[in-house]
C-alpha cells in the first residue's frame, strides 16, 4: 500500500523537485502540492494525506501554524518539517506544534525516503541539530510531569524506555518478547496517563528524566 503524501513549499522549484524524486520510488505516491500553510490546511483535509512535508517559511501562512491547525483537525496525518532553518526559535515551536519530525532540505534523498517510511510506522525524525534544541530547551526547563511517572507499570515503563532509544513498535515487541498489539496499548496508556501528545515527547520525557543512558 502506497504512502501518500501531500507537499506544502512555496518554492516552485523545490515542489517540483520533490514531486520527481519521490515519484521516482516504490511505495510513495505524491497526491497533491500547496503553495502556502492556509492551501496545505484545505488540501490536508480534503485529501487526508499520510504524510505532509512542510516548509516553515511561506506566504499566507506558515509551516508551524498550518502544522498546529492541522493537527487539531487530523491528528492521524503525520507532519514532517522540511526546511533551511535550524535554529531553535524554529525547531521548538514546529515540534509544539506537533510535527513529528524535521529535516534539512539539504538531507539526502535517499535519507528522506528512509525517513519518510519510518515517520509513517510511527517513529519520530529528528536531524541531530533538531534534537540538541530540544534537548537543552528541556535541560533549561522545569519539569512537572516527573511525578506522573508513578502512574506507569512496570512494563509501561520498560516500553517508555524502548521508546527513548528510538525503536519502532516491532523492535519493541521483539525487545520485550510481547505482540506489536500490546505495545500499542502500553504506548497508548503511558502517553495518556504522561500527558504527552506523541513518541516524540515520550522520548525526551525519558531523556530528561534519566531512564535512559
Not at 18 to 24: A, C, E, S
Not at 42 to 70: C, H, R, V, Y
Not at 155 to 169: F, H, P, T
Request: net charge neutral; proline share 3%; aromatic share 2%.
Amino acid at each position: 500500500m502506497s504512502i501518500r503524501i501531500l507537499i506544502a513549499d512555496d518554492h516552485h522549484v523545490v515542489r517540483r523537485g520533490l514531486v520527481f524524486f519521490l515519484k521516482t520510488q516504490k511505495d510513495l505516491e505524491i497526491i497533491g502540492e500547496a503553495e502556502n500553510g492556509r492551501k496545505a490546511v484545505e488540501m490536508a483535509k480534503e485529501l487526508k494525506p499520510d504524510i505532509i512535508l512542510m516548509d516553515l517559511a511561506m506566504p499566507e501562512m506558515d509551516g508551524i501554524q498550518a502544522t498546529k491547525i492541522i493537527k487539531e483537525e487530523e491528528p492521524n496525518i503525520k507532519i514532517m518539517i522540511l526546511t533551511s532553518f535550524s535554529d531553535q526559535d524554529h525547531v521548538i515551536p514546529a515540534l509544539e506544534a506537533g510535527a513529528s519530525g524535521f529535516q534539512l532540505k539539504d538531507i539526502q534523498p535517499d535519507e528522506l525516503v528512509t525517513s519518510i517510511k519510518k515517520m509513517v510506522k510511527g517513529e519520530n525524525q529528528l536531524h541531530p541539530k533538531a534534537t540538541s534544541h530540544l534537548l537543552a530547551n528541556l535541560s533549561h526547563s522545569s519539569n512537572p510531569k516527573k511525578k506522573l511517572l508513578e502512574e506507569l507499570t512496570k512494563r509501561e515503563l520498560d516500553v517508555l524506555k524502548e521508546i527513548a532509544k528510538g525503536k519502532s513498535n516491532k523492535e519493541i515487541a521483539a525487545s520485550l518478547y510481547i505482540t506489536e498489539k500490546t505495545v500499542k496499548t502500553h504506548v497508548s496508556n503511558l502517553l495518556a496517563k504522561l500527558e504527552l501528545a506523541d513518541r516524540t515527547q515520550a522520548a525526551l520525557f525519558a531523556v530528561k528524566n534519566k531512564l535512559v543512558k
